[in-house]
């Protein structure tokens, strides 16, 4: 059964770092998107990082420089290691993913078919 659970929220005051973890398991085949989306309360669902089967990764601007998405050799843990966070930053943080690269990775977000149930980031100021 495939399945993405997420773990590493919590609450930090800005500035702050957090590693966010996403457990993959059941999934097979190397063609894929993963990435890292978040909600804030009374906003979309926005792309955050992504990471494709070949490594190659994407950044929404407004992170770039600050956070970083990786995963483990064995690929069954995808991260997102986000330094100097800020208020803004504060949202239901979710891993997903899909079973083709399509380009960019943070682009077609309909197109993922596996979701995590999310994990909370709250950044103080």
């Known amino acids: 059964q495939a399945q993405l659970v997420e773990s590493g929220g919590g609450s930090v005051q800005a500035g702050g770092s957090l590693r966010l973890s996403c457990a993959v398991s059941?999934?097979?085949?190397?063609?894929?998107?993963m990435a890292w989306f978040r909600q804030a309360p009374g906003k979309e669902r926005e792309g955050v990082a992504g990471?494709?089967?070949?490594?190659?990764?994407s950044y929404a601007d407004s992170v770039k420089g600050r956070f970083t998405i990786s995963q483990d050799n064995a690929k069954t843990t995808l991260y997102l290691q986000m330094i100097s966070l800020q208020p803004e930053d504060t949202a239901l943080y979710y891993c997903?993913?899909?079973?083709?690269?399509?380009?960019?990775?943070?682009?077609?977000?309909?197109?993922?078919?596996?979701w995590g149930q999310g994990t909370q980031v709250t950044v103080s100021s």
């Open positions: 059941g999934f097979i085949g190397d063609i894929y998107c």
């Open positions: 990471v494709d089967g070949d490594g190659r990764t």
């Open positions: 997903a993913r899909r079973p083709r690269t399509l380009g960019d990775c943070l682009q077609q977000q309909y197109t993922y078919n596996y």
